[in-house]
């Protein structure tokens, strides 16, 4: 199995900036995403990162404002997140798909992080 260690969140007032980390423990190509779920609100996909050419995806609410990206030294995704607002607040989720395209619908995903919160007021 592989496991994603996630890390950053936090709160923030509106129009502030957090990053988020995610670090696979297998350096094996993915589909790395991130997907969110506010309060009372169906899950969605944020975006994603092809870690084996690094092309990127982005839904269109977050598009220049949010950036993935990935340290391959460090097998580390980031997403940076800035001008956050209330409708940012969510549980963000790491998760990694092996094979297939990218990104992934949640049934397409291998691997999932534990969550954090990101509370933006």
């Known amino acids: 199995d592989v496991q994603l260690v996630e890390s950053g969140g936090g709160s923030v007032e509106a129009g502030r900036s957090l990053s988020l980390s995610c670090a696979p423990s297998?350096?094996?190509?993915?589909?790395i995403g991130w997907f969110r779920q506010g309060p009372g609100k169906e899950s969605e996909w944020v975006a994603s990162?092809?870690?084996?050419?690094?092309?990127?995806h982005y839904r269109d609410s977050v598009k220049g404002r949010f950036t993935i990206s990935r340290d391959k030294a460090k097998n580390t995704v980031y997403l940076q997140m800035n001008s956050l607002n209330s409708e940012d607040t969510a549980i963000y989720y790491c998760?990694?798909?092996?094979?297939?395209?990218?990104?992934?619908?949640?049934?397409?995903?291998?691997?999932w992080g534990k969550g954090t919160q990101v509370t933006v007021s």
């Open positions: 297998s350096r094996t190509s993915a589909c």
């Open positions: 998760a990694a798909s092996y094979g297939g395209g990218c990104p992934q619908p949640e049934n397409g995903i291998d691997y």
């Open positions: 990162i092809y870690t084996g050419h690094d092309f990127t």
